[in-house]
């Protein structure tokens, strides 16, 4: 190579800016040998431009997407790159209203052809994929168009409720991803990389394409630790593909031409394969903010609080969500005074602690989500935080929540939302996923950039990523309720997703969540999820304690002893005990003729499995009575022997009950075509009129009358072998002692009579046992 290549030529006066008018800025470019090159930009973005650093040069690239702190680079077929720019100082650069831009096109342009790697690749081998997008249709329902690579060929469109989420085709601007594979040579090569790498890695998708290995950009030490995890999870996915992936997260830092770019990252291997590595990349920040600053400042709220659902409510269910469950952290209240308005690391452990010390004190449900609500209200700053329980349909219930009344007038608490409003395939990414976050429901996400069309052979599974995007239908959804941003975590138990903590921010900015918050945050709703688990257990337990009164000495005393824990149990308003046709009550009966028709009718079905209904008459259509059955709605029957013969049932009186929905649950039906998941439009309360049902009997109560019915059932068993034992045995013994009359004095069978009377027996031998003595005596 000449010296020419090498020497930088000599300085340029530079112009002032007043002296003449921008229309597009372009790269500068030498003519090298003879060599010409385009000096027509391959991006349309304009406002890019890049420096240099001779300290720490970056890999050669093609043209890329300028910014103002870029490199710009010339790429040679030899793969070798060079700085085409003049030393510093560089004139400034002219305000934005000096600066005519031509329009930007729809996608990036590729074409510029690469150096190095695995060689050179031209714009036809360059894939990006295409963002998710909602459809809008002149008839029907709207459609999703897929994520997927940009094509020729017609996209495919889904219904939104087959939308295929777990591959949206982009991720949120607030991070980068990176998809990493080893090759034949043993390097880690970058597959597929965000079209927003720069901004995170200040590196750009065609020069982390152009490199060797990604390891190139790692100092030592971080390069070892780096190559130690993604072994030890290639090795994890090997030895055990069915297990759930766990993401590895920690900070390192990347070598780029500004210095050292400190980052926290999370790997895992890709869903689907064993040796694709996702990388995924945050900025580093070692603090946790918390909700004095930024997210309840004055900026940061609406200029007038949202309002999507009509307010009336009573006052005191507003005080409900307007006041904290949770007592103060302690680590907060330091800071405060302090005056900071954030906490270190470190400090994260001790919040951890303070707040499972209020979960585990906690004695009901309800308190317990009253506690969870104020605890991520205090840390995250959200503006509302809501605890959101599934019952056994998926239809949920806001049971907890603490508002800013200055971000929103909508109150929560109490009121339903359908089960069609959150699709199975979103309801099995949240157990997967545990916590999820959407920064900015308005902020345009980043495409995926391929490094060859092979790699987007199949749309990137972004199942367990924390950046995948959100659904466009999801985004409609909450731009509709006014909300921006949003956080959930999972509440799972027994593999069950049982509720949702749901934190939503309004504004004009996104919420930030820090990777230490979220993980504070996500092992807080984990703490929740056991301490749920604990008190539900509790309650099962209570039902399997011995009872406190004296039991008699026969089932139907022994049960009718314990009747108020089990009425408590199973919350029923009372009960009914058939043993061979014979019943008992288990508290007062009303309306006692409904409860004897319906027993009279069970006594003829012989149940032999746990049987239940909240609306009676239309789950026993034959189950007759002349005045019908108007009060009682639900029974839970309890089979407690083989046969069926006996059993407990237990009922619920019908409730004329009021569900208040947000927003009327029907309105997505459509009544040709069948159901469609749709963004509702309006959430204002629409009250459903419910008659003639009762409680629903949940899983608990279920699992409950299982162990009834294998505790009652067993007892009743014994019981029936030793009364049948007893009675055998002293009839044995009148025989033997009439037999041996004649050998032996009269006196003697006496003897006997009285010591057998003198002993604990049953009733009816101890009549026959005084027939004989009277007889004896006569």
């Known amino acids: 190579m000449s010296n020419i290549d090498t020497i930088p030529s000599k300085s340029v006066v530079y112009p002032s800016v007043e002296e003449f008018q921008v229309e597009r800025i372009f790269p500068i470019r030498n003519l090298v040998n003879g060599r010409g090159v385009d000096t027509e930009s391959t991006s349309p973005n304009t406002d890019d431009v890049s420096s240099s650093n001779s300290s720490c040069r970056g890999p050669n690239s093609a043209q890329e997407p300028y910014r103002k702190d870029d490199i710009l680079k010339d790429s040679h077929s030899d793969g070798s790159s060079e ?3 003049l030393p510093p100082p560089y004139p400034p650069i002219p305000p934005d209203d000096q600066i005519r831009r031509l329009p930007e096109s729809a996608t990036h342009d590729y074409s510029t052809e690469i150096g190095g790697g695995e060689g050179s690749f031209g714009y036809e081998t ?3 994929s295409q963002r998710s997008q909602l459809i809008p249709s002149s008839s029907g329902p709207p459609g999703i168009a897929q994520g997927e690579p940009v094509s020729t060929e017609e996209r495919t469109f889904f219904k939104c409720e087959d939308e295929p989420i777990h591959i949206p085709g982009a991720i949120q601007q607030y991070g980068a991803l990176i998809a990493l594979r080893y090759n034949d040579q043993g390097d880690l090569m970058v597959r ?65 031409h500004t210095g050292l770019v400190n980052l926290w990252c999370a790997i895992h291997i890709s869903k689907g394969t064993n040796d694709l590595i996702i990388c995924e990349f945050e900025p580093f920040s070692d603090e946790m903010f918390f909700s004095n600053e930024p997210h309840n400042t004055k900026n940061d709220l609406p200029k007038l609080p949202t309002r999507t659902i009509d307010n009336d409510i009573v006052l005191e269910e507003r005080l409900k969500s307007i006041s904290s469950g949770s007592q103060p952290l302690r680590v ?26 209020q979960l585990a004190a906690c004695t009901s449900v309800q308190k317990l989500q009253d506690v969870l609500v104020g605890l991520i209200f205090d840390l995250t700053g959200f503006h509302r935080v809501m605890f959101y329980r599934f019952d056994s349909a998926k239809n949920g219930c806001v049971e907890a929540e603490l508002l800013n009344p200055k971000a929103s007038d909508d109150i929560f608490r109490g009121l339903h939302f359908p089960a069609s409003d959150i699709p199975k395939q979103a309801l099995d990414l949240y157990k997967i996923n545990r916590i999820r976050i959407l920064h900015d429901r308005d902020e345009e996400t980043a495409r995926l950039v391929c490094r060859h069309q092979s790699d987007f052979e199949k749309p990137l599974d972004l199942t367990h990523a924390y950046l995948r995007a959100m659904s466009p239908l999801h985004l409609k959804y909450l731009s509709n309720m006014g909300v921006r941003s949003t956080m959930s975590v999972s509440i799972v138990i027994n593999g069950d997703l049982w509720g949702l903590i749901a934190c939503h921010g309004y504004g004009n900015h996104g919420t930030r969540v820090t990777l230490p918050m979220r993980e504070l ?28 009164h004296n039991p008699g000495k026969t089932p139907s005393g022994f049960i009718a002893a314990s009747s108020d824990d089990l009425l408590k149990v199973f919350d029923a308003d009372f009960g009914l005990l058939n043993i061979q046709d014979e019943a008992r009550a288990i508290g007062r009966l009303r309306p006692y003729r409904e409860a004897l028709a319906i027993l009279a009718y069970l006594q003829s079905r012989h149940f032999t499995e746990i049987f239940s209904t909240h609306n009676i008459t239309k789950d026993l259509p034959k189950l007759k009575d002349s005045p019908g059955i108007n009060s009682v709605a639900g ?3 309890i089979p407690l022997s083989t046969g069926g013969s006996d059993f407990l049932v237990f009922f619920r009186r019908g409730q004329l009950r009021e569900v208040r929905w947000a927003g009327n649950p029907y309105e997505k039906i459509k009544p040709a075509k069948g159901q469609y998941l749709e963004p509702r439009s309006s959430f204002c309360r ?26 009652y059932g067993r007892f009743i068993e014994i019981w029936r072998q030793k009364e049948s034992t007893g009675l055998n045995r002293m009839t ?32 009816p031998t101890r009549e026959l046992l005084e027939k004989a003595h009277r007889a004896s005596r006569s």
């Open 83 to 85: 700085t085409n720019f």
């Open 126 to 128: 360059r894939k990006i």
């Open 192 to 256: 597929i990389a965000s079209e927003n790498a720069f901004k995170i890695l200040k590196y750009t998708p065609e020069q982390l394409f152009s490199l060797n290995s990604f390891l190139d950009l790692l100092g030592v030490d971080v390069r070892e630790d780096f190559i130690a995890r993604v072994d030890h999870a290639l090795r994890a996915v090997t030895k055990n593909p069915s297990t759930d992936t766990k993401l590895d997260i920690f900070s390192m830092s990347v070598v780029a």
């Open 332 to 357: 907060l209240q330091i800071a405060k005074r302090k005056g900071r308005h954030a906490v270190g690391s470190l400090e994260v452990f001790n919040a951890m602690t303070q707040a499972q010390e």
């Open 521 to 548: 945050a996500r092992n807080i709703g984990e703490c929740a999820s056991t301490n749920i688990e604990r008190l539900l257990m509790h309650q099962r337990i209570e039902a399997r304690r011995a009872p406190r």
């Open 635 to 637: 029974i839970l029957v």
């Open 686 to 711: 629409w009250t459903q009129t419910i008659k003639g049902t009762s409680k629903v009997w949940n899983a608990d109560d279920f699992e409950t009358a299982s162990e009834l019915s294998l505790l």
């Open 732 to 763: 044995r013994l009148l025989l033997k002692n009439t037999s041996h009359e004649v050998r032996t004095p009269l006196n003697a069978v006496v003897n006997y009579l009285e010591m057998a009377l003198e002993d604990k027996i049953e009733s």
